[in-house]
C-alpha cells in the first residue's frame, strides 16, 4: 500500500512564507513525478507545481516567481515552499505522485489528504 503524508500548512500572513512537505511511502519501485495542486471553496483542483524524477519542474503563471518545488528523490519527499503569500493562495494543498508499484511494474497516481493553507490579509 502505497501513502503520501502531507505537512506543513497553517495559516499565514500576507507576504509571509509557509512549506509544505509530501513524504511517499510503501511500494514503490520509482516515482516518475510528485507535484502539488490546489482546491479554493467553490473551485475546481488546479496544479500548482510538478517536479519530475530528473528534476524538471512546471508551475501556475499565479504562483511562478513566488513558489518554488523541489524533491528529495531518496526520500521519495516533496516540498513546496511558499513565499510572498497572498489571500487568494488560501487553499487546501493536495500532494500528488505518479509511480510505479515494486509487485506489478504498474503505473498509478495517488492523492494526499490535503493540507489547508488560510492567509489573512
Known amino acids: 500500500q502505497v501513502q503520501l503524508v502531507e505537512s506543513g500548512g497553517g495559516v499565514g500572513q500576507t507576504v509571509g512564507s509557509l512549506r509544505l512537505s509530501c513524504a511517499a511511502s510503501?511500494?514503490?519501485?520509482?516515482?516518475?513525478?510528485m507535484g502539488w495542486y490546489r482546491q479554493a471553496p467553490g473551485k475546481q483542483r488546479e496544479l500548482v507545481a510538478a517536479?519530475?524524477?530528473?528534476?524538471?519542474?512546471n508551475y501556475a503563471d499565479s504562483v511562478k516567481g513566488r513558489f518554488t518545488i523541489s524533491s528529495d528523490n531518496a526520500k521519495n519527499t516533496v516540498f513546496l515552499q511558499m513565499n510572498s503569500l497572498k489571500p487568494e493562495d488560501t487553499a487546501v494543498y493536495y500532494c500528488?505522485?505518479?509511480?510505479?508499484?515494486?509487485?506489478?511494474?504498474?503505473?498509478?497516481?495517488?492523492w494526499g489528504q490535503g493540507t489547508l493553507v488560510t492567509v489573512s490579509s
Open positions: 500528488n505522485a505518479g509511480f510505479v508499484v515494486t509487485a506489478t511494474g504498474t503505473y498509478q497516481q495517488i
Open positions: 510503501g511500494s514503490i519501485f520509482s516515482i516518475n513525478a
Open positions: 517536479i519530475t524524477s530528473g528534476g524538471r519542474t
